[in-house]
């Protein structure tokens, strides 16, 4: 079965919401089963569970079908969303153009090519889809 991933804020902002619409549009539409994700901060840790997480979502878009919610603590957000892209064996990440960005922040600092996308595709073989929420 296809395995979508979203990581969202906690509480989610504006940006999350439209982020997580899409992530559920693309879920619905390909038959596939969703990851929600929040990372908690060890640094500024809010000790987010997994009820108050989906309690939020569905505040949001609904109660949803063929979802796992997911809390994981980390250290550095966009680290710990990889381990749990190559965890879950993703084949599809949704996320926000800002997260991409800081990404390629990421990304540059560790390789010579900052082009997430490709990065997530050739070592992880998972689609990127950023959305615009602008």
């Given at each position: 079965m296809t395995r979508v991933v979203v990581p969202v804020r906690y509480p989610p902002n504006e940006h999350s919401i439209g982020t997580l619409r899409e992530a559920v549009r693309i879920a619905r539409e390909r038959d596939a089963d969703l990851?929600?994700?929040?990372?908690?901060?060890y640094h500024d840790s809010r000790n987010v569970s997994r009820r108050q997480l989906k309690r939020a979502v569905a505040d949001h878009v609904g109660?949803?079908?063929?979802?796992?919610?997911?809390?994981?603590?980390?250290?550095?957000?966009?680290?710990?969303?990889?381990?749990?892209?190559?965890?879950?064996?993703?084949?599809v990440v949704v996320i926000g153009k800002a997260q991409a960005g800081r990404w390629r922040r990421m990304i540059r600092r560790l390789l010579d090519d900052p082009d997430i996308e490709h990065f997530l595709q050739e070592e992880l073989d998972t689609e990127v889809v950023t959305v615009a929420t602008d």
């Amino acid at each position: 079965m296809t395995r979508v991933v979203v990581p969202v804020r906690y509480p989610p902002n504006e940006h999350s919401i439209g982020t997580l619409r899409e992530a559920v549009r693309i879920a619905r539409e390909r038959d596939a089963d969703l990851t929600i994700l929040h990372v908690d901060l060890y640094h500024d840790s809010r000790n987010v569970s997994r009820r108050q997480l989906k309690r939020a979502v569905a505040d949001h878009v609904g109660d949803l079908e063929n979802v796992r919610y997911v809390v994981r603590q980390g250290l550095l957000v966009e680290e710990t969303i990889l381990e749990e892209i190559a965890a879950e064996e993703a084949d599809v990440v949704v996320i926000g153009k800002a997260q991409a960005g800081r990404w390629r922040r990421m990304i540059r600092r560790l390789l010579d090519d900052p082009d997430i996308e490709h990065f997530l595709q050739e070592e992880l073989d998972t689609e990127v889809v950023t959305v615009a929420t602008d």
